[in-house]
């Protein structure tokens, strides 16, 4: 394990020093926690992290190495990984090379050795901010010069770098693909995570995957039984194209938004988003559903959020009322929404878990039901 000299600064100006992990050289993002114990693969292959730096609150990482099996996209799209060690034995029988191998096979600049904990409570405590990770400069002036020079992702159209370049069809190398596809479900790519294709085929779906800026009368043109809006990186303001597509399919094509997509179905609605304080990054955020009572513990990974109405849990839209379906435990914050007139619904959190609890997988047989009442 390498022991070069690697350095954290927060826009703030609190310092970390470490150990170099991954690659070297300097990397910029927007530094959040993730609380989950494991998954660190998946997290680091979600493209909803382009633009940010994931902090691991768990203290050892890599243990259980790399795979070629669990990426949940075609590449690493974060911009750096914080963990306090990072395990330079890894064993399991699926490992095929170590997380500092695989970091540094695709140029991904990490640190390690550092007080992760500190560096949690401090984001809990002041908020998420940008931050500079460096193997080079260790000058703190100039990091943090660095810091206020980067854009910042606020305002930022991210799903553009992250988005597919053209149509294809999800196919399981493990499924058998002869069996009856009962459905056909178009998902627009905002930075899709494989294990929500993975849970469409499982649920009987042949599945289309097509790019954000695709324009709506072509996915019409593939005639499918529902519409997927998938989970993506940055703001969702700052994507008024896919507003667009979704003002199109309303009405017209049973709709099922997650994460980012739910929060583009909102916008598209007439509520608003902010930014939280420090956002949901882990797999154990507990999540009720106002109907059911029922609550579920979830994977999250957002920095965004959808605005409560102002009084109830219900609003009104161009598209006919909204209502607010699920929430978090831990503050209030709005998890779920559906249209009453339309087929449309959607959660912030992640069905497709990966990592995380299989609680809500029951929302993908949720949305084959739609589908169904719709056809
Ligand atoms: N996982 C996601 O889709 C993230 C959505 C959005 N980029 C946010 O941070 O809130």
Redesign the pocket.
């Known amino acids: 394990m390498d022991k070069k000299k690697a350095i954290l600064v927060l826009a703030d100006g609190i310092v970390f020093k470490g150990f170099s992990l991954g690659a070297s050289g300097e990397a910029i993002g927007e530094v959040v926690f993730n609380t989950s114990t494991m998954g660190y693969q998946e997290i680091l292959t979600?493209p909803?992290y382009k633009g940010q730096m994931v902090v691991m609150t768990y203290p050892l990482i890599g243990n259980y190495g790399i795979n070629q099996k669990d990426y949940e996209s075609r590449k690493l799209f974060l911009e750096g990984f914080i963990t306090k060690e990072c395990s330079p034995f890894p064993s399991n029988w699926r490992s095929q090379i170590s997380l500092d191998d695989f970091l540094k096979k695709n140029g991904v600049i990490g640190i390690q050795g550092i007080d992760t904990r500190r560096l949690t409570t401090h984001i809990r405590d002041c908020g998420v901010q940008q931050g500079i990770i460096s193997t080079t400069d260790f000058d703190i002036a100039s990091l943090i010069q660095k810091i206020q020079a980067s854009p910042g992702l606020a305002g930022s159209d991210?799903v553009k770098t992250v988005t597919c370049s053209d149509v294809y069809e999800w196919q399981d190398v493990d499924k058998d693909l002869k069996e009856s596809k009962r459905y056909k479900v178009v998902v627009y790519d905002?930075?899709v995570k494989y294990n929500i294709l993975r849970k469409l085929r499982d649920a009987g779906c042949s599945v289309l995957v097509v790019p954000a800026h695709t324009p709506v009368q072509t996915v019409f043109d593939m005639n499918p039984d529902g519409v997927v809006l998938?989970?993506?990186?940055?703001?969702?303001e700052a994507v008024p194209y896919m507003i667009e597509n979704i003002k199109g399919l309303l009405g017209k094509k049973p709709v099922f938004g997650?994460?980012?997509?739910h929060?583009l179905l909102a916008l598209t609605l007439g509520l608003k988003t902010y930014k939280l304080k420090f956002?949901h990054h882990g797999g154990n955020q507990p999540v009720i559903d106002l109907a059911t009572k029922k609550v579920e513990i979830t994977a999250q990974?957002?920095?965004?959020?959808v605005t409560s109405p102002s009084q109830g849990t219900r609003q009104k839209s161009p598209y006919g009322d909204v209502e607010i379906t699920h929430l978090n435990l831990n503050d209030k914050s709005v998890e779920g929404l559906r249209c009453h007139s339309i087929p449309a619904f959607s959660v912030q959190y992640?069905p497709e878990a990966s990592p995380g609890p299989h609680d809500a997988t029951y929302l993908f047989e949720q949305f084959i039901e739609m589908m169904k009442h719709e056809r």
Do not use: E
Not at 230 to 236: K, V
Not at 258 to 261: F, V
């Open positions: 979600d909803s991210l905002c930075g998938s989970n993506g990186p940055g703001d969702p997650i994460c980012l997509g929060q956002g990974n957002h920095n965004f959020a992640h």
